[in-house]
């Protein structure tokens, strides 16, 4: 008797005897909606739809009939999968789910159109979000080694001609040696922080060679060529795409409403925590 107890083989067996009958069980009280599974001619098009999108054209009778049976499939095994409560606490499906509500909730726009004066005072608002980064043109000159001797003489010989065949001096660059209205943010991506730092402190009017400059990189010296200030648009040259700012923010509102009114439905109780 014992022998059979530690049997691996009799262990499956009773487990899936078990399974099998709450399988038939389900099965059992499920009604014949929950037993048919229809496919629309809007399901239809969607598989063929998406057929296109990944394989360029669309499919053929054989094809379609083949994701046809695809679809059927899915749809049998997922019911069967929800009858046997396999997703019953399946963090991977309910995060799923979650996103399935809130794009059908974020689908359904009932966001009313913005006249001109409202638009205009949100603007006012929220100007900070147009506001156009600053951005500098400038050439550098590369240098693989912080000791590198010829970083003097070479500042110094631009110092007197600021043309004289920079683009030959230093070390090769695998990137730009000029860069021609970059952001800070770009600056960083490329130099490293501590490049941009130091760029924020040279002089932008003389034109002249400065540094040297350290980077993540290496070394570099750098002209400045031109310097524009951050600012803000004026509202009409930038009035489509505050209107379309302005959806996005009434069309996230609205979705955050109708979240809050599913959840208001529902009795919530956490233990040891009073609900506000």
Do not use: C
């Amino acid at each position: 008797m014992r022998k059979l107890v530690r049997e691996p083989l009799l262990h499956f067996a009773i487990l899936a005897g078990l399974v099998f009958l709450a399988y038939s069980v389900l099965n059992g009280g499920r009604s014949s909606e929950d037993m048919t599974i229809s496919v629309s001619s809007f399901e239809i098009e969607r598989l063929a739809a998406l057929y296109d999108t990944e394989a360029g054209t669309r499919p053929n009778d054989r094809d379609l009939q083949a994701l046809i049976n695809d679809h059927i499939k899915q749809q049998a095994l997922a019911r069967e999968a929800r009858a046997l409560g396999m997703a019953d606490g399946d963090v991977v499906i309910e995060r799923r789910l979650v996103q399935k509500m809130i794009f059908m909730l974020s689908e359904t726009r009932t966001v009313s159109t913005p006249n001109e004066d409202e638009l205009r005072a949100w603007f006012d608002q929220n100007q900070d979000q147009f506001r156009e980064p600053e951005r500098t043109t400038f050439d550098h000159i590369f240098f693989s080694s912080a000791d590198d001797p010829k970083i003097e003489a070479t500042l110094s010989a631009l110092t007197d001609d600021p043309e004289l065949a920079w683009r030959q001096r230093g070390n090769p660059f695998m990137l730009q040696r000029s860069y021609s209205d970059i952001t800070r943010s770009e600056l960083i991506h490329v130099f490293g922080i501590d490049f941009a730092t130091q760029m924020d402190s040279l002089e932008s009017e003389s034109r002249q060679w400065q540094g040297p400059l350290r980077s993540d990189l290496g070394t570099h010296l750098v002209r400045i060529n031109a310097r524009q200030a951050s600012y803000i648009p004026e509202f009409s040259d930038i009035q489509n795409a505050v209107e379309q700012a302005w959806r996005d923010q009434a069309q996230r509102q609205e979705t955050a409403r109708k979240i809050q009114s599913i959840v208001d439905k529902y009795n919530v109780e956490i233990e040891g925590i009073p609900r506000k």
